[in-house]
T-cell receptor, first 115, second 113 residues
Framework: DAKTTQPPSMDCAEGRAANLPCNHS???????VYWYRQIHSQGPQYIIH???NNETNEMASLIITEDRKSSTLILPHATLRDTAVYYC????????????????FGKGTLLTVNP | DTGVSQNPRHKITKRGQNVTFRCDPI?????LYWYRQTLGQGPEFLTY????????KSRLLSDRFSAERPKGSFSTLEIQRTEQGDSAMYLC???????????FGPGTRLLVL
């Protein structure tokens, strides 16, 4: 799986949009970008994933650059409960056996939402 | 809630004791994963089941660790002769289908004294 690079920490004001960047310059054509977050002392929570098109769900939006070498997770109106470590992971998205199933986590970005 | 559940949530044990953790995946999820997370690090893959078959084990999984998934439903992770270095959060995740999105449980936090 391709490696990702994320800033170690970011701050955001409550109610504002939080934009979390991720670089994945060695991503392969069949690798998806996944985002998870982990609130203190809890298990990771799936947020969103995408291949090349921008994606949106009830939690967030994912913007992937045209060359797919980087992406941004957007939380449109951050709340205090969004304070967490956010992990960007690239991985083959379609199960096809072999070793592509496991998630390889880095250290992620600690997002702190301030009142 | 029909998410992944793990028991116990916390376990304190003395060095040398055996411990066993249980994971109940989301109903009908045929793939189940164990990860370990130490302080300040992201989760690291330990092992993976498809139905009842254990298909891969990480080199992190020493011979003191054993995982089972009888009948392809719940799974257990046993650590024999625990060491202080085994202190960590043990996470379970499950998935199904082609998209392979993994959903995690709340984890079991182990402290070995």
């Amino acid at each position: 799986d391709a490696k990702t690079t994320q800033p170690p920490s970011m701050d955001c004001a409550e109610g504002r949009a939080a934009n979390l960047p991720c670089n994945h310059s060695t991503i392969s054509g069949n690798e998806y970008v996944y985002w998870y977050r982990q609130i203190h002392s809890q298990g990771p929570q799936y947020i969103i994933h995408g291949l090349k098109n921008n994606e949106t769900n009830e939690m967030a939006s994912l913007i992937i650059t045209e060359d797919r070498k980087s992406s941004t997770l957007i939380l449109p109106h951050a709340t205090l409960r969004d304070t967490a470590v956010y992990y960007c992971i690239v991985r083959v998205g379609m199960y096809s056996g072999g070793s592509n199933y496991k998630l390889t986590f880095g250290k992620g970005t600690l997002l702190t939402v301030n009142p | 809630d029909t998410g992944v559940s793990q028991n116990p949530r916390h376990k304190i044990t003395k060095r040398g004791q055996n411990v066993t953790f249980r994971c109940d995946p989301i109903s009908e999820h045929n793939r189940l994963y164990w990860y370990r997370q130490t302080l300040g690090q992201g989760p690291e893959f330990l092992t993976y089941f498809q139905n009842e078959a254990q298909l891969e084990k990480s080199r992190l999984l020493s011979d003191r660790f054993s995982a089972e998934r009888p009948k392809g439903s719940f799974s257990t992770l046993e650590i024999q002769r625990t060491e202080q270095g085994d202190s960590a959060m043990y996470l379970c995740a499950s998935s199904t289908g082609q998209q392979e999105t993994q959903y995690f449980g709340p984890g079991t936090r182990l402290l070995v004294l």
